[in-house]
């Protein structure tokens, strides 16, 4: 089965041509690299000069696609000028295909060839010296680094530049990537957590919104209609200065709107005396130490807002309790109320507040859980969360 060699490169074929006629040129004109009468010359006349040129350009049309035939056809193509007359072109030619076969080679070649020519040209400069004893003998020795050594030695250079190179850029190419997926990353993490702000602040008061206005709709009462108005009233405003801090937020620092300082565990008293405006019996039991750090008490207040909002949806009539105890570095939070099985809750809801607290706790390193429960007086919903309470923890 014939072996089909691959197609040349487009510029292998522009130097093995232009080697080539210059080959022919000299030969044309009768210039040989050494007189005919040399000991070295065994192949006398004009004509032998052509074989080895001619093999030599072949070698160049391979010198890139497969060195590892080059290279051994043009090493004996060079023995074979040698014995004649010679061509300086054949010598020229020689060199670019031992650089080629260091620089296109495979690694293991590309690390042997420089090796493997400078112990020739050692030998090269020490046996005839040693046999000859004459200063002459020593200029075998340096055709054989200037035509072997250095052309090999030159290719391992460009060869280990060029793989520098390379590895620079794929480097360059993968910081890139890392960077891009970190951006994306923050992005999705940030677009999670406004997310979260936005359904924590807003739905709690939405949800007091839709109950009282369904209760002042299907009441004929205008005692129970403008106590209603009033709640509705009231959470519209406080909904809208929560959605003026979270544009805030959102601002850039040269806006008109500046941020408000997030709620801590201090506003639960103010939360939970607008969970009983709403129409719920809360309790409060906060047993908690002074200077937590401002992730976890920002994290705590939104547990409890949200519980208090599932509560004020669902729950049925009964006492909604809240504790939370701060013990072997961690807050515990608890918030339990009434279990309604209601099919429908009496608000809308889009089902993220639990996805939400979960979250949140597990941004801490926290725990969370949530579920129906049995107690003494009847089934409870409790939600259960315990954040650990470390200095440098971030949302």
């Known amino acids: 089965m014939a072996v089909r060699l691959p197609r040349p490169h487009r510029f292998d074929v522009y130097v093995a041509a232009a080697g080539l006629l210059g080959g022919l040129l000299l030969w044309g004109i009768g210039l040989g690299s050494r007189p005919a009468d040399e000991p070295i010359v065994l192949w006398d006349g004009r004509w032998p000069i052509l074989v080895p040129l001619t093999v030599m350009a072949g070698c160049e049309l ?11 056809t043009a ?74 050594f250095a052309p090999a030695s030159t290719g391992l250079i460009v060869r ?36 979260r702000e936005l359904h924590d602040m807003v739905a709690n008061h939405l949800s007091a919104i839709a109950i009282h206005s369904t209760a002042a709709i299907s009441l004929d009462d205008p005692g129970t209609t403008r106590q209603a108005l009033g709640v509705i009233r009231e959470n519209s405003v406080e909904g809208l200065a929560e959605m003026r801090r979270l544009i805030g937020l959102l601002r850039d620092s040269s806006g008109d709107t500046e941020p408000t300082a997030a709620p801590t565990l201090d506003s639960l008293g103010a939360l939970v005396d607008t969970a009983r405006g709403n129409g719920l019996d809360v309790t409060l039991d906060a047993r908690h130490g002074e200077g937590l750090p401002a992730p976890v008490e920002l994290a705590a207040y939104r547990i409890v807002q949200e519980s208090l909002t599932n509560a004020l949806k669902h729950a049925g009539p009964g006492w909604v309790t809240v504790a939370l105890r701060q013990l072997d570095g961690s807050l515990s939070i608890a918030v339990t109320s009434p279990y309604d099985d209601r099919d429908r809750p009496r608000a809308p809801g889009s089902g993220a507040g639990l996805v939400g607290m979960r979250e949140r706790a597990a941004l801490l390193g926290g725990t969370f859980e949530a579920g129906p429960e049995k107690s003494t007086d009847g089934r409870i919903w409790t939600v259960r969360a315990t954040l650990p309470i470390a200095e440098g923890v971030t949302e």
């Not at 391979?62 to 590892?68: A, H, I, Q, T, Y």
């Not at 650089?99 to 020490?126: C, E, H, K, N, S």
């Not at 990537?177 to 997310?195: F, I, K, S, Y």
Request: proline share 5%; glycine share 4%.
């Open 75 to 148: 090493t004996a193509a060079i023995v074979l000028d040698l014995v004649t007359q010679g061509n300086l072109v054949t010598i020229l030619m020689f060199t670019d295909v031992m650089y080629a076969a260091v620089l296109y080679g495979t690694p293991a070649a590309a690390r042997r060839i420089p090796w493997i020519t400078g112990l020739l040209t050692v030998a090269g400069t020490i046996v005839p010296f040693a046999a000859w004893r004459v200063p002459e003998a020593l200029l075998i020795g340096v055709a054989a680094g200037v035509v072997a």
């Open 160 to 195: 280990n530049h060029r793989d520098a190179a390379e590895a620079a850029r794929l480097h360059a190419e993968q910081t890139a990537l890392l960077a891009e997926m970190d951006r994306t990353q923050a992005v999705t993490a940030e677009r999670a957590r406004m997310a």
């Open 62 to 72: 391979l010198r890139r696609s497969v060195p590892r035939i080059a290279l051994p």
